[in-house]
């Protein structure tokens, strides 16, 4: 029986470590509140006092943590802290799942690497639904050695599990992927009400373009304008789903990689400040699809 | 058999009309340019002196013509001049497939309607290739009645036949599909360079997208990136297929019906404002998928 | 003593006609409301039962009307009503002071000069208080001698008049002026909010970029902070000065402009979108400083 | 006879330190390219071998660097290297006038801070020639103390010097004003080619938006339309003056800077895309006012 360290027990990891016990893994839990740890020990997982206790002696180390900060910080150490790349064995193959910037990947990558270890990016898409489901979909910065090792864990917890390249370039995948996703929620948001302005069925609208060249993920999956599609956040008052300030996060971390590479992204820019002023008018906790709302006439006045 | 009489034969409605031929409809034809008429003459048609005498005494009349003003010209007429709306009989259905702005398609329509005539905006996506392949996609707006009409003539030249809505509707389906095609086109080129500039195939990260969140038709079917996907322009020096000047001319469309509706489109005015650009440094004439040369690094100085 | 015709006595054309005679003009006003009417004639005015009779055997005729359609329905006349352009004997010279789309006020134009008569365009800015005060800035479409002709009378309404070029140069100039002026107010309010952001005051930011390169109108004369210079909108709850829906409209005439030569202005279009977007949230009637809002994190949640 | 080290001898560090000779200071410079030190022996500075040995037992050090990281590799070290913040007495004021992120800045200051130093940043703007001149404008991050201690120095090369807040508010201010900058080129640029494509003088156009509400730095001192002013870049097929890549590099600082902050830029954020592309076709060695010829028809096909 294989042995995992999951560290970071949140929406996504929670769920996440549950599948891994689901499919046999020994796992070993960390998290920062202790009633997170409490329901993975109730599904069968061993509680660990710290990080470091839970990380040794493990086969794989999959971390779930908010940014690029807390990953450094975690796997580096520090003046006073040990980090995991201080503990853990050759053997053990460190799987990160956060979405970071990718160049904190890499330089982890790179520490790991000086030292023999193989620490890969794997962030995820899904949203809670497919961590509960098991249903994920992992786009991996690795070796070929390391992105096969990394195949038995990431299958318990995933369907989709690709290969993007070298060490980093899970994470840059990761926000092209979502960067283009915010351009296509708040392009067919517009052209839907603009069609509703002059009188369209935004169904029948819908339907016309789902087929046509302007077919896109959120028109098959996830329609920005209230019932159109059903089971869907635009008709539940935009509640659940994928949060604005999630979105905020990953247009972000997509800004940051253009400044790096000195690239233009005019549209996924210009979707940024879409989502930060929607943001910052008092949406952050609402569904990503509420953007449509911008383009729709208030009723005030 | 059915008579149709086909006005406007230019790229497009030349081989539409040939495919009326192939169809079994008896079919007269005019054009500006002899030449063109010719062409149809060889594949059966019956020529005509004047696009009046073409509509005179047929089951249906189908229009492909360049702007509004050609069409309200046409149908309405002038001081000098009479229109076709002027001589058809109440039996004979006018079919426009011009792309055109909503308010003079609906202008024409409701000009045919005082006078007892049936007047429907039909206007085509799918390009040359399907134009002569008799796969053309029609959008259209008109009455139950007309939209069932037309099913016979439009079935034979298209492959999908869609009911947008009342007169107009299928010109603003149109451009909300154009500006939103134009919106995917521009957002995943930007998307899929800025992977390149992190070192990443541009392959890979398409296969990624495109059954990822940011999935749509332009990773489907028209990569811009060349060598990604073979038989598209961007593989072929961005020859063929749609030309950035009519790109521009339907974002022109969707920034018209923009204005009147006093609606916002924030991400399809941003591509217009980067296609005409493009446009202007004499791209006019290349496939509109080159916009993904305005992102790459040129190799001069 | 010259004589004016005065038709269109709103806001904006109630206090010109009423400098006009201050300045000793014999003033001839006509309105769709009786009420407008009835103050002009309670200052020395002459009311007129229609816009024709206004106009008959005067010397100027000025307009102040809110649409080209409006402007071209007075001037040119339809089937059952005669035109102004019937009526006027070829000496009086035509002045139209509305802010309308430079195709109308050229077609207008052409339309008179058939006739022997000269009709100038000479849209305004400066706002209600230049009206009432008559510091109003005219910008000229009109012919050398056009010009010259109408200095008596746009005098005795403005502080500065310029002369743009021909025939519609007036609207042209005022409309780039305008969208102009949407880019300095939007791109100051986020330089200055971006500024707040990191700590800094607006107040010793405006100081410092007033006298930099980011030097501007509105840092001069209408900072769009709350009380970094008293005696502005934004001191007073965005109330008073330009509205919003104003600026919609000439950003809307700027684009319509852009559309017609094909031109591309990027930024005019995206200050277009967060405009209009900023009306449907029902802040149309506020002063158009009020975007800096928009800026702003809410207090929301 | 106060002392000062001066850091960093490039094209604006050269002309600023041999301004500090002329006004009676002893300067003891170091740069990595021998030459440039050479240059300034000759107007009568010490040589040092090393950037430590420059700031050893002066009264003030200034530096004029890249970017944040030399600077905090210079002021802090490493591992291998001393850096100045271990060597230079509480006496010695720490002035860096290169343009970097405001974190940085505060960084670096802070870490002087605990050591009971003064370290403030003062970035500049006014070009070459300014530095030549002597006429810099100086936006500067500093306690009381510090800004007024300063003085002596910073007058013996600029002549506007501004305390915008404590450490850090000088860089953040000089990158909202530059982004500012960049919004008011491009803005100016594509009004007055909009005017240009409807037929107006690009000069009289000029003349009017310049004491309009639209009048801004760029209309005053900098027209980006050739001809319309003598002794400007424009004119001189947009030689000399700030380079497009300089501008990439601010617009960069701008965007990073709002990304810490979670603010959004739209217009700012465009800018910087089209500076982007515009360097990447081969431009950015140019003067940035040259982004007026993405606007403009090319004479290809």
Known sequence: MKTVAFIGLGNMGGPMAANLL???????????VPAAIQILVEQGAT???????????????????????????LYLGNAEQKGLLDIVSKDTLLIDSSTIDAES??????????????????????????????TLTF???????????????????????????????GQVAKICNNMLLAVLMA????????????????????DIMKVSSGGNWTL????????????VPSS?????????????KDLGLSQEAALLSNSSTPMGALARSLYVNHARQGNGRRDFSSIFDIFVKANKE
């Open 22 to 32: 689901k499919a046999g893994f020994a796992v070993k839990v960390f998290d920062l």
């Open 47 to 73: 509680a660990s006092a710290t990080a470091i206790e839970a990380a040794e002696n493990v086969d794989f180390v999959v971390t779930m943590l908010p940014a690029g900060k807390h990953v450094k910080s």
């Open 105 to 134: 990947a890499k330089l982890v990558a790179h520490a790991a690497a000086e030292k023999g270890i193989e620490f890969i990016d794997a962030p995820v898409s899904g949203g809670t639904a497919g961590a509960a489901a098991g």
């Open 139 to 169: 786009i991996c910065g690795a070796s070929d050695s390391g992105f096969k090792k990394a195949q038995a864990v990431l299958n318990a917890m995933g369907a989709n599990i690709f290969h993007a390249g070298a060490a980093g370039a």
């Open 187 to 206: 392009g067919t948001s517009e052209a839907l009400q603009l069609g509703r302005d002059h009188g369209l069925d935004p169904k029948v609208l819908s």
């Open 220 to 231: 098959d999956k996830y329609n920005p304008c209230p019932h159109v599609m059903e089971n």
């Open 236 to 248: 539940n008052d935009y509640q659940g789903g994928f949060m604005v300030d999630l979105m905020v």
